[in-house]
């Protein structure tokens, strides 16, 4: 048994209790403060880690000496001033949650917080790790002798109830391609290697959410759209989200293709969500087809059952939990996903929101 690393999470809603059982699973760890102001929620997260205590506040969390890192899981819209806050209490290594921020206007105090933040800042992205995302990104270039084009496609189901439905409204998400893409355009950024230069997005509020109303106001969120990237290496990427189709086999499909072939990934969504009379839930799927010879190859990517059952991203957040606490512990000497990665993504998810707004392409 090793010395034990304590977590304080400030938030346990839905994502915020996947890091719960996720931390779980990782040896000589405890979660030993939580700040979640949701009765129901707080209910919730004392079934999943009956040995935490619940802070009053987070000040008092960020206090508390028997933390040694933070896990901020709250609503998007808290996410800003909950780091600003934390920078000025007890800066700890900090685990941030997409995205880091809403608004515009907080990009240039939010960057100098993180430039004199003296703990690491890991932005959480967990896309990156999911089996056969992982896979795909360890091959990528091999397949495909460098990217010129990346498809990613996203169709899934409506985003869900939240509490207080902060999520329905893009004062509070940053708009559904800053709120639900920040993760495609993290591994679009991340696949191509080069910075992104011009963005054009069409999209629009078109089935989902038309005939809510929350104290007198209707969502405004967007359910369905494209978004073109063009990169400064001259690689141009496409992201197409549906939020009505979740009655697809596979939630997201992955496609990078160069002059030497194409290599796909395939990935279910959550398996709670998968009907019991269809049998076992798909298995993630990575293809690989070679232009010379045509060789097209397709391997099952599992994923363990265990990491399943904690949550909805197919394992991908015991794996990132997995290198923050190397992190912590000393093990590695950078967060894997910088501020400046998550500020990237912030970035170009505003700029598909101002594109689909406006009808022109955003430069960056």
Not at 52 to 79: E, G, I, Q, W
Not at 102 to 109: K, R, Y
Not at 151 to 177: D, M, S, Y
């Amino acid at each position: 048994m090793g010395q034990t690393t304590r977590y304080g999470m400030i938030g346990c809603g839905m994502m915020g209790q996947e890091h719960l059982k996720n931390i779980a699973l990782l040896p000589d760890t405890a979660v030993t403060t939580i700040f979640e102001p949701d009765a129901a929620m707080r209910a919730t997260a004392a079934k999943i880690a009956p040995q935490a205590r619940f802070a009053d506040s987070l000040d008092d969390l960020v206090r508390d000496d028997a933390v040694d890192c933070l896990v901020v899981t709250s609503p998007n819209h808290c996410h800003a001033a909950q780091m600003t806050q934390i920078a000025a209490l007890r800066p700890l290594p900090l685990l941030m949650e997409k995205p880091l921020l809403t608004d515009p206007a907080d990009i240039p105090a939010l960057t100098a917080c993180a430039a004199a933040y003296p703990a690491p800042i890991w932005v959480a992205m967990e896309y990156r790790y999911m089996p056969p995302i992982a896979a795909l990104l360890e091959e990528v270039d091999q397949v495909t002798g460098g990217i010129k084009m990346l498809t990613i496609r996203e169709h899934r189901f409506p985003f869900l109830h939240k509490v207080g439905n902060w999520n329905r409204f893009n004062a509070q998400t940053g708009g559904t391609f800053v709120e639900k893409c920040c993760h495609f355009f993290d591994l679009m950024r991340l696949m191509i290697g080069t910075r992104p230069v011009r963005i054009m997005a069409s999209a629009a509020q078109s089935v989902n959410h038309l005939e809510e109303i929350y104290e007198g106001a209707v969502p405004d969120i967007l359910d369905n759209g494209f978004v073109i990237v063009d990169f400064e290496c001259g690689a141009r990427t496409l992201l197409e989200l549906c939020m009505f189709a979740e009655g697809a086999r596979y939630q997201e499909t992955i496609s990078a293709l160069g002059a030497s072939g194409k290599i796909e990934a395939f990935v279910p969504g959550p398996t709670r969500f998968w009907p019991e009379d269809l049998g076992p839930a798909p298995t993630p799927l990575l293809e690989v087809s070679p232009r010379m010879p045509k060789r097209p190859e397709t391997r099952a990517i599992p994923v363990d059952p265990e990491l399943l059952e904690a949550g909805d991203h197919n394992g991908s957040t015991f794996y990132q939990h997995q290198k923050f606490l190397e992190l912590v512990r000393g093990g590695r000497t950078q967060p894997e996903v910088s501020f400046e990665d998550g500020l990237w993504a912030v970035k170009m998810g505003m700029a598909a929101q101002e594109s689909a707004r406006t009808g022109q392409a955003v430069l960056l």
